[in-house]
């Protein structure tokens, strides 16, 4: 079963405009949320990760706000240009725990 | 610097014959090694992943077997390739729990 679940599973978004990507998780001792982001043909990179311990955390035009009491998390994207048109997992983890459980995936696509 | 080898780019093979993917991680020692595959459009997989030498969990019983024969090589084998097989294979690594995860350009393998 996913233990995390992103939504929408796609969204088309005008440059300049806010593109944002929801994720939910029930297990509580999930303490580390990493993003990432695929091209075609290549394979996922690191975007940013937040621990719970703060609720937002912001780099360049790519921001985390994450909840703990409501267990989610969501990336937004902001003034998205046609290069960040790609595939974005949120994943989560926790302590002694050496896998990554992803979220489904996201395809993002911004139209210029 | 930290850096993961994934090869080939591109293979297809016939249904029955043998499969063999190599990765292989430089700038540390003792990674934590994973095999994932993505479907057409879909999510990310956990098909295998190692925390030392010769130990391997797999998530998913399949037709496929890995190894880790040594601290920063995994491999990625079938006996009798099946059309199911067929898919984007990712390699990645990562050096503890909770740290991020860092991912080949992956193999795209067709079964014909």
């Known amino acids: 079963q996913q233990q995390v679940k992103q939504s929408p599973q796609s969204l088309i978004v005008q440059k300049g405009g806010i593109s944002i990507i929801n994720c939910a998780y029930e297990?509580?001792?999930?303490?580390?949320f990493p993003w990432y982001q695929q091209f075609p043909g290549k394979g996922p990179a690191l975007l940013i990760a937040i621990r719970p311990d703060v609720s937002e955390k912001k780099e360049g035009r790519f921001t985390i706000s994450f909840n703990k009491s409501a267990k989610q998390f969501s990336l937004h994207i902001m003034d998205s240009q046609p290069g960040d048109s790609a595939t974005y997992f949120c994943?989560?983890?926790?302590?002694?725990?050496?896998?990554?459980?992803f979220g489904a995936g996201t395809t993002v696509t911004v139209r210029a | 610097s930290q850096t993961i080898h994934q090869w080939p780019a591109t293979l297809v093979q016939p249904v029955g014959s043998p499969l063999s993917l190599e990765c292989t991680v430089e700038?540390?020692?003792?990674?934590?090694l994973y095999w994932y595959r993505q479907a057409a459009g879909r999510g990310l997989q956990l098909l295998f992943y190692?925390?030392?030498?010769?130990?391997i969990s797999s998530e998913v019983p399949q037709n496929l077997s890995a190894s880790r024969p040594q601290d920063r090589q995994f491999i990625l084998s079938s006996k009798k390739l099946l059309l199911s097989d067929s898919g984007f294979y990712l390699c990645?690594?990562?050096?503890?729990?909770?740290?991020?995860?860092?991912f080949g350009n992956g193999t795209r393998l067709t079964v014909t």
């Open positions: 994943a989560a983890s926790k302590r002694n725990d050496y896998k990554l459980s």
């Open positions: 190692s925390v030392g030498i010769g130990q």
């Open positions: 297990n509580t001792a999930f303490d580390y």
């Open positions: 990645a690594f990562g050096t503890g729990d909770r740290s991020p995860l860092h």
């Open positions: 700038g540390t020692s003792n990674p934590n």
